[in-house]
């Protein structure tokens, strides 16, 4: 499993964490050429060099507003007032894939949720001042492309060292951490204190809470690679945001051919239900990326038939599985069991059969064969089109492999 993990010993803003992302391995021109889908080339230009900051190198990426036009402080005014109908327009528009703009969009809405809340306001109401700012579009814009360029499995973070003392706003001069900086890092752990600035900005904090499945200061994977943000400020400690990119959770035995991985298995009882709609579930939590479902038919109290929905999945795809189970079924609760899969080594390949070519997963142990099965999506595709049984297909295809193996 491919993990991201956040060290915030300095906190985290947006300019950091594109630095970190950056210096990790994302290319930069890429993300220029993403971020410029969003058609506000005219209102900034971006700038990535290395730099050092208390003889750390790292990236360090100054996002600036441009001036180039006689009604610009108009528009900088305009640009840096925006609400969340202006930005989620801006987004939707431009030619950014799907994924890349649900990942930011969910970004603006915790600082839109923490800023109507702070203000008492409604969601659509509140402007977003400096981070409605073109700046803070391209800071989280570029998080979610950096993200998604790095196809993590897993995202952690440590707990989030916010500074201390008073910063001045748009509101006039609040303390630190500011009130919407708090109310996005609501649940998570955070240290204070440790220089007198504030080293946790509300971009940074959103995307914490935002990506990050889990806050822990223990570090359980295999570092692989790691980068450095470098910040603005001249502190006493170093102004960089740290991030590691390590493997966690499968564990590869090539001796014995076995592969281990920690899963969960999410599971409930429904015994008022119209049966229906299982059928619809359980392709809706496949979609989510659930790795199994099934029913078991079971007896509860005051001898009441139900049925127990057991879920088999991975962590980071826990949270869109239960949107499913508490948004479709009559549930009020789930149960969580955490599970370790011991799975052989397996391998695809393509075996040829009179009918066309057939996919097959083959399972080793101890280095050898001892398993193998034809893909059911292909053979059942081939028993419709030539329209013969689908146990002839299967046949066929196991005629295939015998026919290879006697061949080596």
């Known amino acids: 499993m491919k993990v991201l993990y956040y060290d915030c010993f300095c906190g985290i803003s947006g300019d950091m964490n594109l630095g970190a992302l950056i210096d990790l391995g994302v290319d930069k021109e890429y993300l220029i050429k993403e971020l410029s889908k969003l058609k506000l080339d005219t209102e900034f230009e971006i700038q990535i060099k290395k730099d050092l900051k208390k003889g750390i190198s790292g990236t360090k990426v100054d996002v600036n507003l441009s001036h180039h036009h006689d009604q610009d402080h108009h528009h900088e005014q305009q640009s840096s007032h925006r609400n969340l109908s202006d930005i989620e327009k801006i987004i939707n528009d431009s030619s950014l894939s799907e994924k890349v703009k649900t990942i930011s969009l969910n970004m603006f809405m915790k600082v839109a949720e923490a800023e109507a809340k702070v203000h008492g306001k409604s969601l659509y109401e509140v402007h977003f001042h400096e981070v409605g700012a073109t700046d803070s579009i391209i800071d989280f814009v570029g998080a979610a492309v950096c993200l998604d360029y790095l196809k993590i499995d897993k995202i952690m973070a440590s707990s989030v060292q916010v500074g201390g003392g008073f910063v001045k706003c748009a509101h006039g001069i ?27 900005t509300p971009t940074g904090a959103a995307i ?12 359980d994977f295999s570092v692989e690679k790691i980068g450095y943000g470098i910040g603005h400020r001249d502190l006493e400690i170093p102004n960089v945001l740290r991030v590691y990119l390590g493997e966690e959770g499968e564990i590869e035995n090539i001796d014995k051919g076995e592969a281990r991985e920690e899963q969960y298995i999410l599971e409930t009882n429904i015994d008022d239900m119209n049966p229906e709609i299982f059928g619809y579930i359980e392709e809706k939590l496949f979609e989510k990326g659930a790795l199994d479902v099934f029913k078991t038919a079971i007896w509860m109290k005051k001898s009441r038939p139900a049925i127990k929905l057991s879920i088999l999945v991975k962590e980071q795809q826990e949270i869109d599985v239960l949107d499913v189970i508490f948004r479709e079924t009559t549930v009020l609760g789930i149960r969580k069991h955490k599970v370790e899969k011991i799975m052989l080594q397996r391998d695809f390949a393509q075996v040829k059969t009179q009918y066309g070519e057939v996919t097959v997963k083959n399972a080793y142990y101890q280095g050898e064969i001892i398993k193998y099965k034809p893909e059911y999506e292909d053979c059942k595709k081939i028993a419709k089109e030539k329209n013969i049984p689908l146990a002839k297909v299967y046949r066929e295809v196991y005629k295939g492999i015998e026919g290879i193996k006697n061949d080596q």
Do not use: H, W
Not at 176 to 197: D, H, N, Q, R, Y
Not at 208 to 219: P, Q, S
């Open 174 to 200: 609040i303390p630190i951490p500011a009130p919407a900086t708090v109310e996005i890092l609501l649940g998570i752990p955070i240290k204070s204190g440790i220089v007198p600035f504030e080293t946790t």
């Open 208 to 219: 914490l809470a935002a990506n990050v499945e889990v806050f822990t200061d223990k570090i």
